[in-house]
């Protein structure tokens, strides 16, 4: 199956940027007293609850941008956090456009980039994983969020989808992603699949994936894809 | 109104790309004894009546590679090249995919790219811009195309989708083309609009358009998108 891969789309919260990292360092940023790992936990953890609702029809479809702000407008009261002005609320809501990387995701990235279309498959709308990519320095070949599809991961039309824009076919495209259940939804597709061990995310793979390794770097190793030329380009990383 | 603008949307076929250039090349290369040039013109004829077929309603959606080999199958009747093999047809057929960059417009977009998104708007579908891009080392931000929409431009919902996506308002985005219907159908959504003279396409800005330049790289000087730095990344053309 490996040598048919022609596509490869990333899980971008957790799997390719540190959520936690990069919300709870701008949550500090505008409220110091609160405890910022619990602020992003809370937040992210809201996260699954809003997109089902959308999920299962009982909202309509809204871009993520506007999920987290309906979860944070919850949160800064349980956080005694109200006297935020609107200004500051909406610059907070935008963290989650100015995550960073991991450290081996723009080396890893862009040594697969040289032998496969890299994508983005995220719930993010795309004008989050556009700034998110401009501010990393993260060169993907195509942008693919559940907003092109108004369909949230897991649903299918959000694989299919992505597979039906690049003209190809589900073994031909290959998923990754940190989390057990987006993968297990891919595989149920008949997309390839890649897990990549990620701290504070799903801590094993449980299922038979394609592929599995410990980092983005490795995967490209794992894929054949290292290019043994220096790097030039903006990736900055490899040079 | 040039202040606001945020994302600059390219259509692609003519503006960014050279068609006649790169059908011809590869026509040439299957057929040698064939006027490459009239080939590809009259490959290129059949394009807006096909699209319109789709826009009418009386073709279902049908991806532009789709559109390409119908216009090819008859073309090779009249052309006398009947004797080519599928897979020749086939490799033709993707010679849309591997068109040259004008010589401009690497450089241009990438000055252009420090101070905005970049991304596509245009009737190819997704895998054939990837591809092309891909091949010429351009560096979207984002691929838009008519596909994601359901709508081949001048409908309005390309352009309004593709606002919409990026989460900006009409004024915020500009349509920068070489064709006045295009632009001006961009202009009647509210989009700020960008003429670039290209040979063989629109000689003359047939509107009042928010820019009007001769080519990427006048136009980013235009926007004061010089970044005055030393290109260090994959657009080679500025080092």
Known sequence: MENRIKALLFDVFGTVVDWRGGVARDVAQVAPPVDAAAFAAAWRAGYRPAMDQVRRGELPWTKLDGLHRRILDDLLA?????????????????????????????????????????????????????DMAKRAGIAWDCVFSAELFGHYKPDPETYLGAVGLLSLTPPEVMLV???????????????????????????????????????????????????????????????
């Open 78 to 130: 349980d956080f005694g956090l109200l006297a935020l002005s609107e200004a500051e609320k909406e610059w907070l809501n935008t963290s989650w456009h100015r995550l960073d990387p991991w450290p081996d995701a723009l080396e890893g990235l862009h040594r697969m980039k040289q032998r496969f279309t890299v994508a983005t498959l995220s719930n993010g709308n795309v004008s989050l994983l556009v």
């Open 177 to 239: 992603a940190a989390h057990n259940s987006d993968l297990a939804a891919a595989a149920e597709q008949g997309l390839a699949t890649a897990f990549v061990r990620r701290p504070g995310e799903d801590s094993e793979p449980a299922g038979q994936y394609t592929y599995a390794a410990a980092d983005l770097a490795e995967l490209a190793m794992l894929l054949g894809a290292l290019s043994g030329l220096p790097c030039s380009c903006r990736c900055r990383s490899i040079r």
